[in-house]
Nanobody, 126 residues
């Protein structure tokens, strides 16, 4: 098990940027594939981005491709989500997730992850 704590959410105007951080625990952080998901009111939790344990493989939802960037620093036990050109449709609670994996594996659905943070609110005003 790994404990995850998100930070960096807030209120931003459309077109602005935010950087989310997810701090993990434990000395085996590199053995976890990491994902970012989001959930807007009345909607299901949806995939945003994922990164493999070794950081070499990444995948993005079509809705954020070209605007968001996922990265990780295993030495700092942290994964990041840089969000640029934010739109009101990006408003949601953003969750960090982790799953024990081989170094190159990626996971895209919420049911595949077994460790979750508490979430951080992102609100984009028009």
């Amino acid at each position: 098990q790994v404990q995850l704590v998100e930070s960096g959410g807030g209120l931003v105007q459309a077109g602005g940027s935010l950087r989310l951080s997810c701090a993990g625990s434990g000395r085996t952080f590199g053995s976890y594939a990491m994902g970012w998901f989001r959930q807007a009111p009345g909607k299901e939790r949806e995939f945003v981005a994922a990164i493999s344990g070794d950081g070499r493989s990444k995948k993005y939802a079509d809705s954020v491709k070209g605007r968001f960037t996922i990265s990780r620093d295993n030495a700092k036990v942290t994964v990041y989500l840089q969000m640029n050109s934010l739109e009101p449709e990006d408003t949601a609670v953003y969750y960090c997730s982790a799953k024990t994996s081989r170094a190159y594996e990626l996971w895209y659905t919420p049911n595949e992850y077994d460790n979750w943070g508490q979430g951080t609110q992102v609100t984009v005003s028009s």
